[in-house]
C-alpha cells in the first residue's frame, strides 16, 4: 500500500484525529512489526500487553491489543 503513495488512508479504527495519509500505513507496519517481536519473546499475554503498551503508551484501543495478543500466545481461539 505504501508503494501506491496515498493522500488519503482512512483505517476503520482510528482516533478522531489521526493522521489520515502514509503516516497510517506506516504507523500500521511499524506496529505490526512491534507486535511480532514482543510476541517472540512474551510468555504469554499478559507479558506482550505490558510490552506493547510500554512500546505504544498513548494507543486508545486497549481491548483489541488484549485480544489480540490472547490469540497470538494461544490462550484464545479466533473464529
Do not use: N
Amino acid at each position: 500500500m505504501a508503494a501506491r503513495k496515498p493522500k488519503v488512508v482512512l483505517p476503520a479504527h482510528q482516533a478522531e484525529d489521526a493522521p489520515q495519509g502514509l503516516a497510517t500505513v506506516e504507523f500500521t507496519r511499524d506496529y505490526l512489526r512491534a507486535f511480532d517481536e514482543e510476541a517472540a519473546k512474551a510468555k504469554d499475554s499478559a507479558a506482550l500487553i505490558a510490552a506493547m503498551t510500554g512500546r505504544y503508551p498513548d494507543l486508545k484501543d486497549a481491548g483489541s491489543l488484549e485480544l489480540g495478543a490472547k490469540v497470538a500466545k494461544g490462550e484464545m481461539k479466533w473464529g
